[in-house]
């Protein structure tokens, strides 16, 4: 019995318009440099610190907000924001860092096929060593295209100072190494007391690793959320008046019970012809044997939205560029590291190849990538720095 229904595809993200790759183009535009555009309308300032909370989707926060107090008060008015397409770290940070749309910058998924290579690659902390991240996103950033006009810096774990994904993505300025939480927010502080101006990109993980293990319905996930929160009340009072401190995110989250964890290798009709598989649980990239022979495209979709029709959305690379998904643009050597088919989730499920993925990747509770509000909505949050405090206090909150 089929359990297939019409498919109604979702709105595109806001690309140009309300997106993560409008945040530092509108935060350039608002420190006065020339040639930026504020989409965000965001106030003029001498100094900007972005925040990037991962997996902070605003729905997550809405729904936990009784542990984030501080958060909770300035989130009031708080626009929403898009993620990138898929809604994942590679591809939302790709977009935040150089402004561009997935179909301009190249960074499609999770991993996805390098078509040169016939071969699939990570696009997060497992990059293929035949891959030059600097050919594979060769636009440059907003930080390299500002950074002789002003300082900008990023603030972050060591062990990304020098990684394939921030040589592709979010190179330029200087790089701050800090672990903790307290290092990371005295080292944003203090760097920005030193410069009248400046741009500055602090990320955080935490969150994002306990809602992956746990889910943003457990207690770790809460806990995460508080820490995330006293390090937003402390930063905001270290940091010199005057600074916009804005916090964003790169997706959201959802929860995917055990019972709803499909392993798709199993079902041979879902992946007959299929060449290579890649992309994210909830977002699945399957790419066609070059030879399958008329109708194998057809009737792979058709087996998916059989199996699954009424649980995700099932559509072809060219529905996806249609739809605006990658952007108004694909650039043609982006097109055919998109799938030829692509599974989009729809309910609280995720799929898994688990001839390509270790078994502990069906431990993962919360999961992300496809387009579902909860996923692909982000806040806004603009922080409020206390005025009363002046340079010399701000060095102290730091130092002291």
């Known amino acids: 019995m089929s359990h297939t229904r019409e498919q109604v595809l979702p709105a595109a993200p806001g690309y140009g318009r309300n997106s993560i790759a409008e945040v530092f183009v509108s935060s350039a535009s608002a420190l006065g440099l020339p040639g930026y555009t504020n989409h965000l309308q965001l106030p003029s300032a001498d100094r900007i610190c972005v925040v990037l909370v991962d997996g902070l989707g605003k729905a997550q926060l809405k729904d936990r907000g009784g542990h984030a107090p501080f958060l909770r008060r300035s989130m009031d008015g708080a626009p929403t924001l898009s993620s990138a397409f898929p809604s994942t770290t590679a591809t939302s940070l790709a977009s935040l860092g150089t402004g561009l749309t997935p179909g301009e910058h190249g960074m499609v998924g999770f991993d996805v096929l390098d078509p040169d290579q016939d071969k699939v690659v990570n696009m997060l902390g497992g990059w293929d060593a035949n891959v030059d991240p600097a050919r594979w996103q060769p636009h440059p950033t907003i930080f390299e295209r500002i950074e002789a006009e002003v300082p900008v810096a990023t603030v972050s774990l060591p062990k990304f100072e020098s990684s394939a994904m921030t040589r592709a993505a979010l190179r330029g300025g200087s790089f701050i190494p800090a672990t903790s939480s307290h290092a990371k927010t005295a080292a944003a502080a203090g760097a920005m007391a030193d410069n009248s101006r400046m741009l500055m990109y602090l990320y955080f993980n935490e969150l994002d690793?306990?809602?992956?293990?746990?889910?943003?319905?457990?207690?770790?996930?809460?806990?995460?959320?508080?820490?995330?929160?006293?390090?937003?009340?402390?930063?905001?009072?270290?940091?010199?008046?005057?600074?916009?401190?804005?916090?964003?995110?790169?997706?959201?989250?959802?929860?995917?019970?055990?019972?709803?964890?499909?392993?798709?290798?199993?079902?041979?009709?879902?992946?007959?012809?299929?060449?290579?598989?890649?992309?994210?649980?909830r977002m699945v990239h399957l790419y066609l044997e070059p030879d399958g022979g008329e109708g194998q495209r057809e009737r792979l979709l058709a087996a998916w939205r059989e199996a699954h029709g009424h649980e995700a959305w099932v559509m072809t690379r060219e529905e996806a560029i249609r739809s605006g998904y990658f952007g108004a643009a694909v650039d043609p050597k982006v097109a055919g590291r998109i799938g030829d088919v692509l599974i989009a989730a729809r309910e609280p499920v995720a799929f898994y190849d688990t001839r390509r993925v270790r078994p502990t990747a069906l431990e993962v509770v919360g999961q992300h990538g496809s387009l579902t509000r909860a996923e692909r909505e982000i806040p806004l949050v603009n922080i409020e720095v206390p005025a009363n405090k002046g340079r010399s206090g701000a060095r102290k909150a730091v130092r002291g």
């Open 209 to 281: 690793r306990a809602g992956h293990r746990y889910g943003f319905q457990s207690s770790e996930w809460e806990h995460e959320l508080e820490e995330l929160d006293g390090a937003m009340r402390r930063l905001s009072s270290q940091l010199p008046p005057g600074t916009q401190l804005l916090l964003t995110a790169d997706h959201g989250m959802v929860d995917v019970p055990e019972s709803r964890r499909y392993d798709y290798a199993a079902n041979p009709h879902l992946i007959d012809g299929v060449r290579h598989t890649a992309g994210e649980p």
